[in-house]
């Protein structure tokens, strides 16, 4: 298969992560793929939306290996700008739209919370969403 190009949509269920994200003030709803290694080869940082329930959100999206992590482990996860609810155990929709990098190592969880900083910015930007 050649390159996969964004758009493109991935559903689950909403599983608790880490909960790291939300340490780090970027919660983020993890999904719950049993057979996560069909996404291997879509690994970056996008602008996505999200669908939860019929209604429909921006934010920013990683698939990736966490390699900044301790315990580095393949996850497909977003964060919802200003979205503060609960949503263990939906089934929601994460429509992957605009690529915007790698996924990096980082040296601490500090530089990773600065460049998320930036992504935030950036997928902000690519809403017009403020
Ligand atoms: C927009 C965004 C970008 C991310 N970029 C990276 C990255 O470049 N490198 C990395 O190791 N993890 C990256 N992550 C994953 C974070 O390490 C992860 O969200 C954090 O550890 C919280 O995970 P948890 O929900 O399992 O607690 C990113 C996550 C998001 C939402």
């Not at 190009?5 to 608790?16: D, L, N, R």
């Not at 996404?39 to 290996?65: D, K, R």
């Not at 482990?73 to 263990?88: A, G, P």
């Not at 605009?98 to 930036?118: A, C, G, H, T, Y």
């Amino acid at each position: 298969m050649g390159p996969m190009t964004a758009p493109f949509t991935i559903s689950g269920t909403v599983i608790k992560g880490n909960q790291l994200g939300r340490k780090l003030g970027y919660p983020t709803a993890n999904l719950d793929l049993p057979d996560a290694g069909q996404f291997h080869h879509l690994t970056g940082v996008y602008a996505a939306t999200v669908e939860l329930e019929s209604a429909i959100f921006p934010g920013m999206a990683n698939i990736g290996f966490r390699p900044t992590l301790e315990k580095p482990s393949f996850t497909v996860e977003v964060n919802i700008f200003d979205f503060n609810e609960d949503i263990y155990g939906q089934n929601i929709s994460i429509r992957f739209l605009e690529r915007i990098r790698d996924e990096l190592r980082f040296n601490s969880l500090d530089e990773l919370v600065r460049q998320m900083e930036k992504d935030e910015v950036e997928c902000r930007g690519f809403f017009h969403f403020p």
